[in-house]
Each structure stands twice: as C-alpha cells, then as structure tokens.
C-alpha cells in the first residue's frame, strides 16, 4: 500500500482560538502503488488539506498517514524536507515556475538541494522529451502555453523520481484541448512509470478517466456515484 491514511482529523482555529473549523473528519483513503485516484468536491471541502497532509505540506492534527513506507506524523523536520522533495512530486493549478530561469533549468531545480546531482541534466532532458518540450528547453516559461507551462511542471514533479505523484486541480487554469492533452500526461506517466497518482479535480469527465473516483464530503471520502 502506497498511501495509507486513517483517522484523519484536520481543524482550522482563527488565531484567537475561535471558530474552529473540522475540515477533514476520521477520513480514511488508502492507494495502491501504480493506481490512479481522482477526488472530487466543492470548493472549500478540504481536498487541497487533504494533498497538502500526503505530501507534508500540511501536517494532520490526528491520525495516521502513511506515505512509501513512512509515518509521516513521526518525521522531524529534517525528514519531512527530504520526503517532500525526493518522495512526493506536487503539480499545482498553477504551475510556479521561475520566470527568470529556462525551461529546463525549472526542471531541475528540485535537485539542487541534493548533494549528489549526476546525470541530472541528462534526465531532465529526457523529461522534457516525453512531455514534448524538447524544443523549448532554452526558452522562458513566459515564452510558452498555459498548456506547455503545465507540461514543464510535469517535468519538474519527476525529476527526483518520486514514489507518488499528487496534482492539485492542475487542469484548472487551463483550455478543453490541454485539459486532455495534460490528463494524457499523467496517465502516460502512470503507466509508463508505474507512479501512482492522486488528482484533485472539478472535471467528472477527466476524473473517470482514473481507477478510482471519490468525493469528499463532510470531512470523509467516499466512492463517487452517478
Ligand atoms: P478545497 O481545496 O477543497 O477548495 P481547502 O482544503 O483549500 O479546500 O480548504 C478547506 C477549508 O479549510 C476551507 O473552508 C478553507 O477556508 C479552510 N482553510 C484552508 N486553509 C486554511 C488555513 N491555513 N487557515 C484557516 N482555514 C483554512
Ligand atoms: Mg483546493
């Protein structure tokens, strides 16, 4: 089991300690290695806190969440740093690249906080041709599409190779036609690579493409109907 999450309980407090908010309740969700998992729900259910605590951007208030072997609520901040960046890629609904960097220098800025970088710029490259940027390598990300910035940040989610690849409304920003061509990617992705993938998103119709379909509601995930 690759993610295996179980009690969750996340609250938000306003900083007075008032009107708190359960935003994720006992949630339970469990993904097998290679599986695809799309979780849809309305704005504000909690989805982003939900990937955010499995890819320790966010930590749990209780509960148990397991990523790739590790009890995420028992790593220091020194191992949550490394899990962050080797274990888990992240693709946003906006894809954060550096404007001032190239292309292919965005791709490899998640391994400059690694002491050993040996054949990353040859990977890079590599990436950058199975997400069919190949020509763009040396431009600016204010040179490209919605859709090709959306393809970079792919690009840059793999480069360390990571074990669970977590997409937070990442056709969000984009057109119908990059919307699929970036879904495309992902499932490529899947199964090229075996990575399990978890993708929040507002579109049933690119959802049903994955194994599993869920909702949240009231704090728990359930399997989606209709
Ligand atoms: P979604 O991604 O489904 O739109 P979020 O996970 O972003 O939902 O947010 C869920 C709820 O938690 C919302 O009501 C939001 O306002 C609240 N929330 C999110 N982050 C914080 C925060 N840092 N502090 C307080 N409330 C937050
Ligand atoms: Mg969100």
Excluded: W
């Excluded at 999450?5 to 007075?16: E, F, G, H, I, Q």
């Excluded at 894809?95 to 710029?121: F, K, M, Y």
């Amino acid at each position: 089991m690759l993610v295996e999450v179980s009690r969750l309980t996340k609250t938000y407090r306003a900083p007075d300690g008032s009107d708190a908010v359960e935003v994720l309740r006992d949630l339970e969700l469990r993904v097998e290695a290679g599986q695809t998992v799309a979780i849809l729900g309305p704005s504000g259910c909690g989805k982003s806190t939900l990937l955010n605590i499995i890819g320790a951007l966010d930590h749990a208030d209780a509960g148990e969440v397991r990523v790739a072997g590790q009890d995420l609520t028992k790593l220091d901040e020194t191992a949550l740093a490394k899990f962050r960046n080797e274990t888990v890629g992240f693709i946003f609904q906006l894809h954060h690249l550096l404007p001032q960097c190239s292309v292919l220098e965005n791709v490899l800025v998640p391994t400059l906080a690694q002491p050993r970088r040996d054949g990353t710029a040859g990977r890079a490259a590599q990436l950058l041709e199975s997400v069919g940027l190949s020509h763009r390598a040396n431009h600016r990300p204010g040179q490209l599409s919605g859709g090709e910035r959306q393809r970079v940040a792919v690009a840059r989610a793999l480069i360390n190779e990571p074990k669970l690849l977590l997409a937070d409304e990442p056709t969000g920003a984009l057109d119908r036609v990059n919307a699929t061509r970036l879904i495309d990617l992902l499932l490529e992705m899947n199964r090229a690579l075996g990575l399990p993938v978890v993708i929040v998103t507002h579109a049933v119709d690119l959802a049903r493409r994955m194994n599993r379909v869920l909702e949240l509601v009231d704090g728990q995930l359930r399997e989606y109907r209709s």
